[in-house]
């Protein structure tokens, strides 16, 4: 992981071997925008039946929205229907006050997404204050999670609950025992926090991106973690040092004062960043891939190019289309593109071929931790696909709107 400190905020690079497969830019000082994960306390504006939301007042320009599977109540309050069965107008009313966290930044024209369901993140553990929820994460093995059931009810704070983060493998119950009790100290801070008024304001902020970042994926198949700023170093250290010893050394200070080459330039971030920008993208064989993104989905179109296979033209485009797949999924995942995606693979006749690269599909977006659905492809050889969208993407988050074509990218003629 690469990680780059200038004025407008940090860039944070993400490379297997020279790859590059993420790339995240955290705007410094940006309290409207870069705020998923801090805790507010917020007022409701309004409630809107036919919507199933409402706006909260959470301190920032643009009001937030609240959804009804979001909204947390005491079901001793409300009357009637099942709880499945509730309208958002009997569970909160405008004028309430509420403790609600981000889930989702805004995103264009959308405001940021609220939930009532507060939980702290740990290292290893995640707090979820007034619940009885007790989870452990389903990318453990078997063996592992009936080990961490057996001291789970040890750890658990009274009239709190708790999930078990991946990241617990092989840990102690002292070491899960201790990350608990931050936790709960930490929430003890907010409940103070929030009695002092009922404005709405801000009452507890996230740990800055880059530290947020390795919170949730350093471990051991990081080989190093290179930060060209001395203060985000030291906060970084620090912070490392504290929650996971063990990988501590693996946090280095990359000195450009005595380095011959900027740490961007070092690795090839510039170099990729400007390739995952453009709309076409090349695979190795002599295809190639044009991403187009619009409102309301992204398309991908593939092309054998200059692939003209050596065989038959059926063995050509299935493996061209398995190629596809494989940087398709690199594509998705380095531009953070979500909503819906739709794939225009090159038709391919046998049925055992379009399974197989499907199935491609699914395998290499396993590799990405942002949940995805994925759906067979279709006769017109299309795959319908998810991604869920987490933050604005890398183009928007690196890009403005162009002045003169408002974005179209065409220049409109209109003195005719």
């Not at 080990?147 to 609950?161: C, N, Q, T, W, Y």
């Not at 199935?359 to 067979?376: G, I, P």
Request: hydrophobic share 40%.
């Amino acid at each position: 992981m690469a990680v780059h400190s200038t004025a407008e905020g940090t860039h944070i690079a993400t490379l297997e071997g020279r790859s590059m497969v993420e790339y995240t830019l955290a705007q410094s000082a940006d309290e409207t925008n870069q705020i998923d994960g801090n805790i507010y306390v917020g007022r409701i504006q309004n409630v809107l039946p036919g919507m199933e939301l409402a706006f909260v007042d959470i301190g920032i320009p643009k009001n937030a929205v609240l959804y009804r599977g979001d909204v947390a109540y005491d079901a001793e309050d409300v009357d009637g229907a099942p709880t499945n069965q509730r309208r958002i107008e009997e569970m909160i009313r405008a004028g309430q006050t509420v403790i609600c966290q981000v889930t989702k930044n805004a995103i264009g024209a959308k405001g940021a997404r609220l939930t009532q369901e507060v939980s702290l993140p740990g290292r290893f553990a995640v707090l979820v204050p007034n619940s009885s929820t007790i989870g452990i994460s389903k990318r453990l093995a078997d063996g592992e999670r009936r080990r961490l059931r057996k001291i789970i009810d040890d750890v658990k704070p009274a009239h709190h609950g708790v999930i078990i983060r991946t990241a617990a493998e092989g840990v102690s119950s002292e070491d899960l025992s201790r990350d608990v009790t931050s936790l709960v100290e930490k929430w003890a801070a907010i409940e103070a926090e929030v009695a002092k008024s009922n404005q709405p304001r801000l009452v507890y902020r996230d740990l800055d991106l880059a530290v947020r970042v390795l919170r949730e994926e350093l471990n051991d198949d990081y080989r190093a973690v290179l930060i060209d700023d001395q203060t985000l170093f030291d906060k970084v250290r620090e912070y490392v040092t504290a929650v996971n010893p063990e990988l501590a050394d693996r946090i280095e200070f990359y000195d450009t004062a005595v380095e011959d080459l900027p740490l961007f330039e070092r690795y090839f971030v510039h170099e990729q960043l400007h390739r995952a920008l453009d709309r076409k993208v090349f695979l190795p064989s002599g295809g190639s891939l044009i991403i187009e993104r619009t409102e309301a989905l992204t398309v991908v179109d593939v092309n054998t190019g200059k692939n003209v296979g050596t065989n038959n033209l059926e063995e050509t485009v299935f493996r061209n289309n398995l190629e596809a797949a494989d940087e398709v999924a690199r594509q998705l995942r380095l531009r953070d593109i979500g909503g819906i995606i739709v794939i225009d693979f090159i038709d391919m006749e046998s049925k055992g071929n379009r399974d197989a690269v499907a199935s491609a599909l699914r395998q290499a977006l396993s590799r990405d931790k942002t949940r995805t659905q994925v759906f067979d492809i279709s006769e017109l050889g299309l795959v319908e696909m998810t991604r869920k969208r987490v933050n604005e993407g890398l183009l928007e988050s690196l890009s403005v709107v162009c002045t003169i074509c408002d974005g179209r990218g065409f220049i409109v003629r209109t003195g005719l």
